[in-house]
């Protein structure tokens, strides 16, 4: 079933020098699913999550010939109909839990306004909900964390109290934008945990932007590389490895790997045709209508 | 080249006090390139700080070139031998100077003559050419201004250099063209390198030997082939190489 249905998306900025499209022509349906978004910065993977979720300021543009969230427009609503849907039913979580939440609240203030915003109900049932949403993030003492200031709380545990509180109004969408970039490999692993039980266990959709290969290919179930604002090609996740874009290729093989030491990495030579290029691979959205 | 013994790094006083480094000793031969990894916390950074006279608060012997190091002073002759590449290349760069301010000013610091061709030379060396000249931070690409930071930091003629994350601000493909002009200006000038990064991969790639580092303390000196056949001596080693590895759906 598809949660989402992107069509033709583009996001255009005036600038002196004319008109600059940071995403031209992005489309791609959404299902129950882990779907991974790779491309290098500037490639525009974070503007096509934030056009989603109607975060682009003016002057930006956004156009689309669909932008769907279970069949109902979502393109360009008015604010105030976007706040409805917004935390709601699509949340994101950011890169770095330092700069999205506020040093000075506390952080069981901030997930019961958050939770309260959204769903309503008084202090003492939003504060149950969210000493639950701490506990399902494994957090081991929500009580405590609960009492605390951002400040007083690790770089992981800051993002897995940001996924707390982006979950607890029970999202049928969660954008995920580099969520673990900023964490140790350890942590990494938690906090992909979490996100991977929400997606089996609630049937939520996740779309994660990240520029680890990797991962992805590991984590997710189908992705789609971004080049210069297009998608130049989608393919199931675990034949990642075996990407046919010279781009895709490009970017895997200029990773150094422990297993395969070579005298020089191989770097990337960016070809003039990958702008404009069709992308590869068309047929796997036909062959998975709206995910795997 | 370097050799650290029984160093230990703390911060703040009593009651206060962290404890950020306890009893790291290693060495590293001239022309070695030798790596910190750990995670974050772990007390990477703060050996290369302390190596750089960033921090004052240790105690131990940091001995480079032969020369044991004072905690509080060093003299011209040290920057001279070592310098720092920072992680961030958008933040360690001044925005309203240009590269040719930046350049000059580190020459006529380190009391060069011949500034006028040295900056020429430079440029080059790290592979961008005399057209950068009189541009400024926000007209380069991330990886740009690192060559800018790394090319500020040959203009000592530096003989040890501190590579603090070199590359993790930077897309994967930028990240191989610096690893390699890295590299390469190791092999041309006969650097000696000390690189802390929290990626093994680029570790395994770059470095002949490392230590792992834990709360504070080195868990283990190895070299490459035991990071890369996967046969370290600690457990903690043995997660982190598991780690690292990527995620596997539980």
């Known amino acids: 079933m598809t949660l989402l249905s992107v069509q033709n998306l583009r996001v255009t900025f005036p600038t002196r020098q004319g008109a600059f499209e940071a995403v031209r022509g992005v489309s791609f349906d959404l299902g129950r699913e882990r779907l991974g978004v790779v491309g290098e910065s500037g490639s525009g993977k974070s503007m096509t999550g934030r056009a989603i979720l109607g975060l682009v300021r003016p002057p930006g543009r956004v156009t689309a010939d669909r932008m769907e969230l279970e069949g109902q427009s979502i393109l360009n609503l008015p604010e105030r109909r976007m706040r409805k849907i917004r935390g709601r039913r699509i949340s994101m979580v950011m890169q770095d839990p330092k700069f999205s939440l506020n040093p000075v609240m506390t952080i069981g203030d901030q997930i019961v306004e958050a939770y309260r915003l959204h769903a309503g109900g008084n202090r003492t049932a939003a504060r149950q909900k969210a000493l639950d949403m701490l506990a399902a993030v494994q957090i081991r003492d929500p009580e405590r964390v609960m009492g605390a200031y951002p400040h007083e709380v690790s770089g992981g545990m800051g993002q897995r109290i940001m996924i707390a509180m982006m979950l607890a109004p029970d999202p049928e969408i969660l954008i995920a934008d580099e969520p673990t970039s900023a964490l140790d490999v350890s942590v990494r692993t938690e906090v992909l945990n979490i996100m991977d039980r929400l997606v089996r266990d609630r049937g939520m959709g996740l779309i994660f932007i990240s520029h680890d290969l990797n991962l992805v290919a590991q984590f997710c179930d189908r992705v789609l590389i971004m080049y210069a604002g297009r998608i130049v090609e989608t393919l199931a996740a675990r034949d990642l490895h075996q990407a046919r874009h010279p781009y895709t290729q490009g970017l895997l093989n200029s990773l150094p790997r422990l297993d395969a030491p070579v005298d020089r990495l191989p770097v990337l030579e960016r070809q003039d045709a990958w702008r404009d290029g069709g992308m590869i691979s068309q047929s796997l959205e036909t062959e998975f209508p709206g995910g795997l | ?250």
């Open chain 2, 1 to 250: 080249m370097l050799t650290v013994d029984h160093l230990n790094v703390w911060f703040g006083h009593h009651p206060d006090r962290v404890d950020a480094v306890q009893d790291a000793s290693f060495s590293v031969a001239q022309g070695e390139s030798f790596g910190l990894v750990g995670e974050s916390g772990s007390g990477k950074s703060t050996i290369l700080r302390a190596i750089a006279g960033l921090i004052d608060t240790w105690s131990g012997t940091i001995t480079v070139a032969g020369q044991p190091l004072a905690a509080r002073k060093r003299d011209r002759a040290f920057y001279k031998t070592v310098q720092m590449v920072f992680q961030d290349p958008y933040a360690s760069l001044h925005p309203r100077h240009s590269v040719d301010a930046v350049l000059s000013e580190t020459l006529r610091l380190q009391g060069m003559d011949d500034i006028d061709r040295r900056i020429g030379r430079l440029l080059d060396d790290v592979g961008l050419g005399r057209g950068f000249r009189f541009r400024y931070p926000h007209q380069l690409s991330g990886g740009q201004r690192q060559r800018v930071a790394i090319a500020r930091a040959l203009a000592a003629e530096p003989r040890l250099l501190l590579l603090d994350e070199p590359t993790s601000a930077l897309d994967v493909s930028v990240q191989a063209e610096i690893l390699n002009l890295l590299a390469d200006l190791r092999a041309e000038h006969g650097l000696t390198y000390v690189m802390v990064s929290h990626d093994l991969a680029v570790v395994g790639h770059m470095c002949d030997r490392l230590a792992v580092m834990q709360g504070g303390r080195i868990v283990e000196v190895m070299d490459v082939q035991a990071l890369r056949g996967g046969t370290p001596q600690q457990d903690y080693t043995r997660q982190l190489i598991a780690a690292s590895q990527g995620y596997e759906r539980a």
